[in-house]
Structures are given as structure tokens and as C-alpha cells.
């Protein structure tokens, strides 16, 4: 029993009058265990933590109200005691894992008894809170159609503004050990419902419908809105509490999951178990989903640049090889024409070798390009030429037997490529000064390549355009992945971001490579763009941007429009264009076609800038 609860009291002092009296002998504990006679409720499993009392041990006869049954995936059923306590901070539901489809129904009284254990979702390595359950359960059914517990409502009034607390220094950062404080927190509001029923009304739709049969909502309106409807990630401090997941209970064969895309509406009530899972935390479980009502959204067109502006695009296609349908080409080449009006200079992040991810030591893109620039002739475009180095095989990331690079793609009626010895995968370029003027050595060439920054990472490409008889240099970046990062709602607050690590040391190498430029130049025409993998915010920007060498050009958008990317709900930036000091004026655009569609054609916005050399 738990000390803080309220039955724990009432028998602690039970027990101290029964030995000042003589009626009990023996020690308190013995005392105590035998007045303790109370069957175990689920409050008393949950705890007031996010750490079950009761972890490691068995129990008997837990009473509840079935509120869901799961028949796929992590298999079981979750049950609520409808006698709640008076304690806020303790859940009363809780996830009964059965392995095998459960053979009870919502509204059926049981009686569990088994084993109380935390699963934690993707493993301790991930970082995840862990959830609470109930394993390898005798199940006895008292009886069946009981009224379900009245399920707790999630609103804009009851989720607090707090994210979370801070993790316990003494404890690695880790917060499973505090107590909770649901009126205070937001993620201890949301544990203390964990395993029970509950509803949200009518809510913005955040996060697209995505393969899982997943999509994201917020409960709070007014929260850090951006322009088109979603939420608005900007800053290690903007979390946006009132996000949530929203999956179902029905199979997807009995019942088709909504398509939504953001700025919809989840109408009516959606109700069901509050689970956890490692796809993004807290996640409402739907017994009854709301109807999708649709928005207005639809894909963006940028302004085509004037004859005097360079306009200069980076677009992450997301692992294009010519084994993709041709309906991917299509989409992705009327994108480049008709959203991005055909920019000068593309740089494509993520373009596959010749047989994708087959690994059979293949590098060469050139049936990959070849595919895309003919379907972007063929959607009215430029006859687009190219520029890139191939990667030593499987040394740069991504997919195996993939071979992910950066390239440049050039409308030659508008701006020349000027090469330069090309460099090879190993070759790093420098710069050189010709007639007062910074120049490339390598061009293509590749950015310090034996820099252990860029292990198992893609290169930057650095390329020497000539625009009106103006020079501009470009570097393509795709710097490291946050995979292995741990998500916000981890039990580590701040959770812990490792990968920036490697982003901060590319950052670094990629600052100084501009800097060499402009020490040879200071009015040098100078873009780094790409999939920078990292928030406008972060510490791997403001490396970039080190002596005012470059500046992160997105910052000039209005907040409501700064982000490339959406991710659990969290509509944020990925992608960027830095200009160097010389370019004084610009006009730019995230532009949104695929990160808050449910039907995308990359899950990245290209961003374009536009200006006069």
C-alpha cells in the first residue's frame, strides 16, 4: 500500500492503535499485512509515480470495467475501476496484456489476477516512459454489458501550459521517480490517465493521416499556431502541450481509418483508453472516433522568380530511385514546375543509386537523374543538367545498398555550372582566389570528406555557379539524422538529444568551409541549403550561422510559417537556406505541399530564395 493514499493512512493508523492496545502482536509489518486484507485496486497498481508500487510482484482478484479490447498488435484489453479515489495522481485504468486475442468484451466486470510489470516501448535504450500493465493474467468475467466508467475529459482547460518537470539530477534526468503533479505538468497529466477511459470533443487535426493508420490533433485551439493550421514547433520550450495521438481500436479491415490532412477537424466525441507507445507517447486509443471534417488546405505555389532574381530550391525527395513508380517522377517533377515555378539551381537531397536499395556495390545515379529530369521536361519544365559526386558505396548513410547523395540540378538557359577538376568521393575541394575573386579548386567537389564529422553521413557538395556574370556558390548539405534522439515525452526531461552531436560538428566544418570563401572574398555569393536536420533554433544553426558568416534565412518568414517538416504534430524546420552577408536582400518560401498532407510525394517542403546576385 501506498503511503500517500488515502486507505494507506486510515490502516497505518489502525494498526498503531491495535499494538498500543495489545490486540496485535508481532511486528507493524506483520500488523499491517494482517489488517491489509483490502483486495488491490487498480490506484493501487498505478501508484503516484510513473512506476508501479507493485512492480515485479503478482496480484489477485483486480476488479474493473472492461473499456477496450485490443486484437492485434500488443494484444489485450484495458479495465477501469469505476470507484475512483480522491488522488489526481493516481490512474485508475490500466492495460491488461493477454499475447493472445482477449477473450472479453467492453463492458464486461472482471477480476485479473497476474503479474504487474512496466513495458517499456522500444526498449530502454529509447528513452520511452513505460507503461504500466497487468501480464500473464487469470481472467475470471463477474459479469457482461456494465455501464462503462464515465470517461475524463482532455481539453484546453485541464491539460496544464507546463510541459513536464525537470529530471532528477540524482537520477540520471530521469523523472519516474517523481510524484506526480497532473494540475502542474502536462505529461503528469497525461500519465495520471494512462489505462483510462477518456475523451476529447471536436479538435484541429495537427498531423496528417499517416501509413499507421495514426494522425495527430490538438486540443488546445490557440496553441502556437501556424498560418495553415497546424502547431508551430519553435523552441526546446514550445512542446505544445495539447498535441495528441489519435489511433482506433477497430481493425482496419472492419473499419477503414479517416484520411485527414492538417487544419481538419476530428468532430464530435472521440473516445477509448489512453495508451503509450513508442510512435509518439500518449495516444487516445479510439473506441468511438469523431468524423474528419475537411479544411480548405491545399498545396502551395511559389511566386516564379523576375529575370533578374537567381532563384535557388532544395528539395528532399525522399529516397528517389527509378524502381519508384513513375506516378512518384510525375508528382515530384509537376512539384519542381508548376509549385516551385522551376528554380534556377535545385539541390535534391536523397537521390538513390541506379538500383536503389539493392546492394550490390552500384553508386552511379545517372538512370535516376536521367528519369527525373525527363519527367520534369515532360511536365513543362527545364531541360535541367546535373552536377554530383557518387558516394563510396554504403558510406554515407540512408538506406543500405542506397547510396543517398546531394545534387544539383541547373536550368542552363538561365545560370551556368562552372566546372572545376571535379573532385571524386574522397577529393576534398578548397578555395582558391582568381583575379581577387574566391574559387572553388574542386567544383563539383565535396567538403572536407575525411572529416570524421561526415562518418556514415552524406558530404556536402559544393558547386560554382556563374548567374548574369555574378558568381554564386552553392552547398548541398544533408546533414545526420535525429535518429536514436529521444522523444519528448521520454522519462529523461530535457530528453536527450545525441545526434546534435554530429550536426554541430558538421555545422562546424561547413561554417568554416564558408568562411575560407569569404576570407578570399568578402562579398562572395554564398547559399547553404539542404535537409539540415535541425530547428532554426538549435545549437547546429547557430554553428552555421558562427561569425555572421551565414544566416538562417527561414528566420526572415513570420513564426507561423517557419517549418518544412511535421512530426507528431509538431509542425517544425528541417530544411533551410543560409545566405552569406553579400546577399542583403531575398525573398523566401517553405512551401508547403507534403508535410501536412496525408498523400505526399516526400515528407519534407522544398524551400526556395530568391534574389539578385
Known amino acids: 500500500?501506498?503511503?500517500?493514499?488515502?486507505?494507506?493512512?486510515?490502516?497505518?493508523?489502525?494498526?498503531?492503535?491495535?499494538?498500543?492496545?495489545?490486540?496485535?502482536?508481532?511486528?507493524?509489518?506483520?500488523?499491517?499485512?494482517?489488517?491489509?486484507?483490502?483486495?488491490?485496486?487498480?490506484?493501487?497498481?498505478?501508484?503516484?509515480?510513473?512506476?508501479?508500487?507493485?512492480?515485479?510482484?503478482?496480484?489477485?482478484?483486480?476488479?474493473?470495467?472492461?473499456?477496450?479490447?485490443?486484437?492485434?498488435?500488443?494484444?489485450?484489453?484495458?479495465?477501469?475501476?469505476?470507484?475512483?479515489?480522491?488522488?489526481?495522481?493516481?490512474?485508475?485504468?490500466?492495460?491488461?496484456?493477454?499475447?493472445?486475442?482477449?477473450?472479453?468484451?467492453?463492458?464486461?466486470?472482471?477480476?485479473?489476477?497476474?503479474?504487474?510489470?512496466?513495458?517499456?516501448?522500444?526498449?530502454?535504450?529509447?528513452?520511452?516512459?513505460?507503461?504500466?500493465?497487468?501480464?500473464?493474467?487469470?481472467?475470471?468475467?463477474?459479469?457482461?454489458?456494465?455501464?462503462?466508467?464515465?470517461?475524463?475529459a482532455i481539453n484546453e482547460y485541464n491539460v496544464p501550459a507546463e510541459y513536464a518537470p525537470a529530471g532528477d539530477p540524482a537520477a540520471a534526468g530521469s523523472i519516474n521517480g517523481l510524484t506526480l503533479d497532473p494540475s502542474r505538468y502536462a505529461l503528469d497529466f497525461y500519465e495520471s490517465l494512462e489505462g483510462m477511459n477518456v475523451k476529447i470533443g471536436t479538435s484541429r487535426v495537427v498531423g496528417a493521416t499517416d501509413p499507421h493508420a495514426e494522425l495527430w490533433v490538438t486540443v488546445k485551439g490557440w496553441e502556437n499556431t501556424a498560418k495553415r493550421g497546424g502547431t508551430i514547433y519553435g523552441s526546446y520550450e514550445s512542446q505544445n502541450t495539447?498535441?495528441?495521438?489519435?489511433?482506433?481500436?477497430?481493425?482496419?479491415?472492419?473499419?477503414?481509418?479517416?484520411?485527414?490532412?492538417?487544419?481538419?477537424?476530428?468532430?464530435?466525441?472521440?473516445?477509448?483508453?489512453?495508451?503509450?507507445?513508442?510512435?509518439?507517447?500518449?495516444?487516445?486509443?479510439?473506441?468511438?472516433?469523431?468524423?474528419?471534417?475537411?479544411?480548405?488546405?491545399?498545396?502551395?505555389?511559389?511566386?516564379?522568380?523576375?529575370?533578374?532574381?537567381?532563384?535557388?530550391?532544395?528539395?528532399?525527395?525522399?529516397?528517389?530511385?527509378?524502381?519508384?513508380?513513375?506516378?512518384?517522377?510525375?508528382n515530384l517533377a509537376k512539384a519542381v514546375v508548376e509549385n516551385l515555378a522551376s528554380p534556377d539551381i535545385v539541390a535534391l537531397e536523397e537521390i538513390q543509386d541506379d538500383n536503389g536499395a539493392k546492394n550490390d556495390g552500384t553508386v552511379s545515379a545517372e538512370a535516376t537523374l536521367t528519369k527525373f529530369t525527363a519527367a520534369i521536361a515532360a511536365a513543362g519544365g527545364p531541360a535541367y543538367q546535373w552536377r554530383?559526386?557518387?558516394?563510396?558505396?554504403?558510406?554515407?548513410?540512408?538506406?543500405?545498398?542506397?547510396?543517398?547523395?546531394?545534387?544539383?540540378?541547373?536550368?542552363?538557359?538561365?545560370?551556368?555550372?562552372?566546372?572545376?577538376?571535379?573532385?571524386?568521393?574522397?577529393?576534398?575541394?578548397?578555395?582558391?582566389?582568381?583575379?581577387?575573386?574566391?574559387?572553388?579548386?574542386?567544383?563539383?567537389?565535396?567538403?572536407?570528406?575525411?572529416?570524421?564529422?561526415?562518418?556514415?553521413?552524406?558530404?556536402?557538395?559544393?558547386?560554382?555557379?556563374?548567374?548574369?556574370?555574378?558568381?554564386?556558390?552553392?552547398?548541398?548539405?544533408?546533414?545526420?539524422?535525429?535518429g536514436g534522439d529521444e522523444g519528448l515525452t521520454s522519462h529523461h526531461q530535457p530528453p536527450v538529444r545525441k545526434s546534435e552531436e554530429k550536426r554541430l560538428l558538421q555545422a562546424q566544418a561547413v561554417n568554416a568551409f564558408v568562411k575560407e570563401i569569404l576570407a578570399a572574398d568578402k562579398n562572395a555569393n554564398v547559399l547553404a541549403l539542404g535537409d539540415i536536420n535541425d530547428f532554426e533554433f538549435s545549437g547546429t544553426a547557430k554553428a552555421l550561422e558562427d561569425g555572421g558568416a551565414l544566416y538562417a534565412a527561414v528566420k526572415s518568414l513570420p513564426k507561423a510559417e517557419r517549418y518544412s517538416y511535421v512530426f507528431q504534430g509538431n509542425a517544425q524546420v528541417l530544411d533551410q537556406i543560409l545566405t552569406s552577408p553579400a546577399i542583403k536582400s531575398f525573398t523566401y518560401d517553405s512551401v508547403h505541399i507534403n508535410a501536412e498532407f496525408a498523400a505526399q510525394n516526400s515528407d519534407h517542403d522544398p524551400q526556395v530564395l530568391r534574389f539578385r546576385p
Open 388 to 482: 554530383t559526386i557518387n558516394p563510396e558505396n554504403n558510406k554515407d548513410g540512408g538506406e543500405p545498398g542506397g547510396n543517398i547523395r546531394q545534387v544539383f540540378l541547373f536550368n542552363p538557359a538561365r545560370v551556368s555550372f562552372t566546372d572545376r577538376a571535379a573532385g571524386d568521393a574522397l577529393t576534398a575541394t578548397g578555395v582558391s582566389k582568381e583575379n581577387g575573386k574566391a574559387a572553388l579548386t574542386h567544383s563539383p567537389g565535396r567538403i572536407d570528406p575525411a572529416n570524421p564529422a561526415w562518418a556514415d553521413s552524406r558530404k556536402p557538395l559544393a558547386g560554382e555557379f556563374v548567374f548574369r556574370g555574378r558568381t554564386v556558390f552553392v552547398i548541398a548539405n544533408h546533414f545526420g539524422s535525429k
Open 1 to 152: 500500500m501506498r503511503s500517500s493514499h488515502p486507505r494507506s493512512a486510515a490502516v497505518s493508523a489502525l494498526v498503531a492503535t491495535a499494538l498500543a492496545t495489545g490486540l496485535l502482536a508481532g511486528t507493524a509489518d506483520a500488523a499491517e499485512g494482517a489488517v491489509s486484507a483490502d483486495p488491490i485496486r487498480i490506484h493501487d497498481i498505478q501508484g503516484t509515480t510513473r512506476i508501479s508500487p507493485l512492480n515485479g510482484k503478482q496480484v489477485a482478484d483486480v476488479a474493473g470495467i472492461v473499456t477496450g479490447v485490443r486484437t492485434y498488435g500488443s494484444r489485450g484489453f484495458w479495465m477501469q475501476d469505476p470507484e475512483a479515489d480522491d488522488n489526481d495522481a493516481t490512474s485508475e485504468g490500466v492495460f491488461v496484456f493477454t499475447s493472445s486475442v482477449p477473450t472479453v468484451t467492453v463492458g464486461d466486470a472482471v477480476k485479473v489476477s497476474g503479474l504487474v510489470g512496466e513495458y517499456i516501448p522500444g526498449g530502454v535504450s529509447s528513452g520511452n516512459q513505460s507503461v504500466t500493465q497487468i501480464s500473464k493474467p487469470a481472467v475470471t468475467v463477474v459479469s457482461s454489458g456494465n455501464a462503462l466508467p464515465e470517461a475524463a
Open 242 to 330: 495539447g498535441r495528441l495521438q489519435v489511433q482506433q481500436l477497430a481493425p482496419l479491415a472492419q473499419q477503414p481509418f479517416p484520411v485527414a490532412n492538417v487544419g481538419d477537424k476530428l468532430t464530435g466525441t472521440t473516445e477509448g483508453p489512453l495508451d503509450f507507445n513508442q510512435f509518439g507517447g500518449y495516444t487516445l486509443v479510439a473506441r468511438t472516433l469523431g468524423t474528419v471534417t475537411a479544411g480548405t488546405l491545399a498545396p502551395e505555389r511559389t511566386k516564379a522568380q523576375s529575370p533578374g532574381e537567381l532563384a535557388v530550391a532544395t528539395y528532399n525527395v525522399e529516397n528517389l530511385d527509378p524502381s519508384d513508380p513513375q506516378e512518384k517522377f510525375d
